[in-house]
């Protein structure tokens, strides 16, 4: 098959970071289908280590037992409901998938895991045995070096030799098997660690033309650029620019704004933050408050990159689970519990994410900006925009929209003909005048045009 196909144009994706099959359906079919976002990113659905002693870390999902789907998240059957509710609302199931390795040393180095298979690291009886596992058994130490990079431990995890036909074939039948229960595409985790040829081979074995984006931190003597022929990659320089540049308050900064020079637009995953930068090198989260919203809802409304929005769970513990019961089954999310953040449901951030989609086509148009910390721009005929990290800001802006009544999208929705938030008139010259509080968001789109 032809190598990975990227979502349309304006397309969001939502990170719903651990949450359960069950929650994820119910959140497709009440909230992200009818709010316009394309896709979610799920957390690994293979079965992994269980780290009781440790009270049941997140990270144990990326530590493999097997490649049944059998995860603290649920079992096969959930998995394959979600799959088919998300995308009855819609939604495209994107999977996280662990391809460069299996367990590591540490609390547990024997089984069973979440769905009860025995396993011993550089054993996992059926799929792998000791001859699977790449000769390097050292920790990576020299970052410098491309091939220590790939082909030796990342955090002492049992290295997987994804070069062998009989590697890359399990893996080839783990993924099309997603594909077969309706997975749309894959988030590659470690894809660094990963020689780009043995993922282009993986990813152009698999079923369809699933959407392919690979986790590349640029760190080393490694470029995201050298995975560009397989899907997108991760633009971790666009987030930093963003999150820091926002987090300053310096918002003009923000013009013309392009992530790494390495990457395209059409080849680059964005984020505000992930769940690894959010506790390891955190810039801006949830934790941030307003700030946060006004970063996700200027990656929104610019159009670079294929735009992933965090949604998390509170935390303090970096180390720590989502709620769980006491077998280690991650307990039922929901925005009304405040364990679960649910930013994607913030107004601003929900708002703005049919505005790029009604966007889509359209280039930055009419940007204007105070030197520092006010920006506002326009894409074409179709959207406004205004970002404020400054004093309550209150003045005209020139646009491109076309004469008459909108809702502000940052603060509500249209709802029987009538604005749930602000309401604004563009006149005939398509200028606005307008009132943008402090920390804040404005939001207009054709289509909330009343
Ligand atoms: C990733 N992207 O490339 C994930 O986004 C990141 O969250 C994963 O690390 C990493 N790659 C490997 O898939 C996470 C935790 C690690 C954890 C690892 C395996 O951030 O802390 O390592 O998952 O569970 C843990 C211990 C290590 C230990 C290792 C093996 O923290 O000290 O060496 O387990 O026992
Ligand atoms: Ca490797």
Known sequence: SSPSTAPTEGAVMAHMFQWPWDSVARECTDFLGPNGYDGVQVSPPQEHVVLQGEGFPWWQDYQPVSYQLDSRRGDRSDFSEMVATCNEAGVDIYVDAVLNHMTGSGSVESGPGSAGSEFEKYSYPGIYENSDFSECRADISNWDDPDEIRNCELLSLADLRTGEEGVRSTLTGYLNDLIDLGVAGFRIDAAKHVPPQDLEAIVSRLDGDPYVFQEVIEDSAISPAEYTGTGEATDFAYSEELSGTVRDGSLAQLKGINGTEALNSDQATVFVDNHDTQRNDPT???????????????????????????????????????????????????????????????????????????????????????????????????????????????????????????????????????????????????????????????????????
């Open 284 to 450: 801006l989260t949830y934790k941030d408050g307003d700030p946060y919203n006004v970063a996700t809802a200027f990656m929104l409304a610019h159009p670079y990159g294929t735009p992933k929005v965090m949604s998390s769970f509170d935390f303090e513990d970096p180390e720590s689970g989502p709620p769980a019961a006491s077998n280690g089954m991650t307990s039922p999310a929901n925005c009304e519990d405040e364990d679960w953040v649910c930013e994607h449901r913030q107004q601003p951030v929900a708002g703005m994410v049919e505005f790029r989609s009604v966007a889509a086509g359209s280039g930055v148009t009419d940007w204007w900006d105070n030197g520092n910390d006010q920006v506002a721009f326009g894409r074409g005929e179709n959207g406004f925009a205004v970002f404020n990290r400054g004093a309550d800001l209150s003045r005209t802006f020139q646009t491109s929209l076309p004469e008459g009544t909108y809702c502000d999208v940052a603060s509500g929705s249209v709802v029987d003909g009538r604005c749930t938030g602000e309401t604004y008139e563009i006149d005939t010259g398509g200028v606005l005048s307008a009132s943008v509080a402090s920390d804040s968001v404005l939001g207009l789109h054709v289509g909330t045009r009343l």
